[in-house]
Structure formats: C-alpha cells, structure tokens
C-alpha cells in the first residue's frame, strides 16, 4: 500500500469579517499550495468563523516551518484573537492511553491500530490496575501499572506525579482516558488541555453515582449513548467532540444494555480520538466545530 500523501493542516479561528476565504486561498496560491480539502463556518450567535484546510506539502517550494512563519503574518492581520495552527501529516502522531480495570475501550483501540485503521503510535499505556498489562505487552506496547490507594490522599498525588512524568516522556498528541476511572487533578487538565480525550455513558445527569446502567434499567430507558469529550476541571463538562446513541427496549437485560453501552462507547471515542488527531476539531469556548 502506498503511504498516504503528505499534507499540511491549517485550522484558523477568528471573528467573522469579509474576505477571510480569499486572503488566505491567495497567500496559498501565490505560495503555490495546493489545496485539497477546505471545509468552513460561521457561528452566528458568537459571530466567530472558523476554517480547516488541507494542503499538499509537495506543491509548495519550503517546509512547513517556513508555512507558519509565513502564514503568522496573515492571521495578524484578522486581530490578536485570532486562533489558528499548522500541523504535518508526516509527523507520527503519538498516544498515551490511561485505563483502569474496564477493557473494552482499550480493546478496541489496540485492534485499530494493529489493523492500520487507526494510524497512530501507541507509545504508552498506564493502568491504576495491572488488568490490562497482559493485552497491551501482547501488541508490544509498554504498561505501567501506577496504584491509586483508596482513601489515601497523599498517596492519590503521588500516583498522579507518576502518570504526569511518564506521560510527559512521550509528549503525546492525544492523552486517552479509555475509562481510566479517576478524576485528573486541576493542574492536570490545565497542562492536557486540548489534548486529553475523556469518554462516558451519556446518562449524566440523570443517573448520577454508581451503577448508572443499572439506574437506567430500572427506568426503561429507550437510547444509551457515549460521549467525547475534552478533559477540564469540570468533571464531564468539557467541549464536546462527538456522541452517538443505540436503542434499547424493554426485553434487554441490564447485560444486554451494558454490551450495548459499551459498543456506542467503543465507536464514539474512536471516532472522537480520529477526528482530534485529523486536526478536524476546532475549540471555541466550550464548543467544538467538527470538520
């Protein structure tokens, strides 16, 4: 198979004007660029607009250094509240998934990626459990088993220190939490932020605490679903990336929706984990507009 083309990826974000689309096609066109996917909007109630395009990295005659030398006099020129970044496909993109002891989610991303569905490194995976550390050596893929002690405060930072320094040592473009089952300290998903990737059961708020497919069970609900979402410091609020729901009836038993709710879990963070490293989702806020 022939390696995929290389591409420079431009996401730019600033309040809405005319002649946004133009200056930038002409700064590529007059560069020579090559544009091969360009995708854009205009939010009407922030009065932002937003644009992601995609060029080849052969049609232009300097690197991609040079690109966003070049390109940070042309963001200047829409005001300092411009938001904007370039990335190069040639570039392996690098993951550090944490977990706790629920697999499914883990599964399903070492199986993408051993198939080549899912073009990333796996650099790391890091357990407050060592359930997982069997499956992840069998692909390859070094496990670190950190133990959060119960009740144990001190302990529970110490713990968190460990993950942030072997995380820190693979400089990751995404960091997984495929039901990791801990809640990352403040300072944690401030020095993540953008790049922490979290994914729930969509219950919330209606079934709050433990058990929620059992909660749900008991009230008949018809859809259970999964959210993508980036991490911040308030628990489960973070922007949104993608979710997705699958129907359940009355004859499903509380396993029937747990396998069901781990299915739609399993599709929205993979989704969701392609589409942050495609550099397709573009933060405003606590919004996301996904290309």
């Known amino acids: 198979m022939a390696p995929p083309e290389r591409r420079y990826l431009i996401t730019f974000g600033c309040p809405d004007r005319t002649g946004i689309v133009a200056r930038i096609a002409s700064f590529l066109a007059d560069a020579g660029g090559w544009i091969v996917e360009a995708a854009y909007h205009t939010d009407p109630d922030t009065g932002w607009f937003f644009t992601r395009q995609e060029v080849r990295a052969d049609s232009l005659p300097f690197g991609v250094e040079e690109l966003r030398e070049r390109f940070t006099a042309i963001a200047a020129e829409f005001g300092e509240n411009t938001s904007w970044r370039i990335t190069d496909t040639g570039e392996r993109r690098r993951v550090v998934i944490l977990v706790s002891k629920a697999a499914h989610c883990l599964y399903d991303l070492l199986g993408r990626v051993a198939s080549g569905e899912l ?30 002690p119960a009740g144990d405060a001190e302990g529970k930072r110490a713990a968190f220190a460990r993950v942030r320094e072997l995380v820190a040592a693979h400089d990751p473009h995404a960091v997984v939490l495929a039901r990791f089952m801990q809640v990352l300290p403040p300072e944690l998903c401030a020095e993540w ?99």
Do not use: M
């Open 193 to 291: 932020a953008g790049r922490a990737l979290n994914i729930h059961h969509s219950f919330l708020p209606s079934f709050v605490g433990a058990r929620p497919y059992h909660q749900a069970h008991r009230r008949g609900v018809k859809l259970v679903g999964a959210t993508c979402h980036y991490v911040t410091a308030d628990l489960d609020a973070g922007p949104i990336i993608e979710q997705d729901v699958i129907r359940v009836d009355h004859g499903d038993s509380i396993q029937d929706i747990v396998r069901k709710g781990g299915d739609i879990e399993k599709v929205v963070l993979a989704r969701g984990l392609r589409w942050h490293l495609e550099d397709r989702v573009l933060v405003h806020g606590n919004r996301t507009v996904v290309f």
């Open 119 to 148: 073009d990333v490194d796996v650099s790391a995976v890091i357990g407050n459990h060592a359930e997982l550390g069997g499956i992840t050596r069998a692909h390859g893929i070094p496990f670190h088993h950190v133990p959060f």
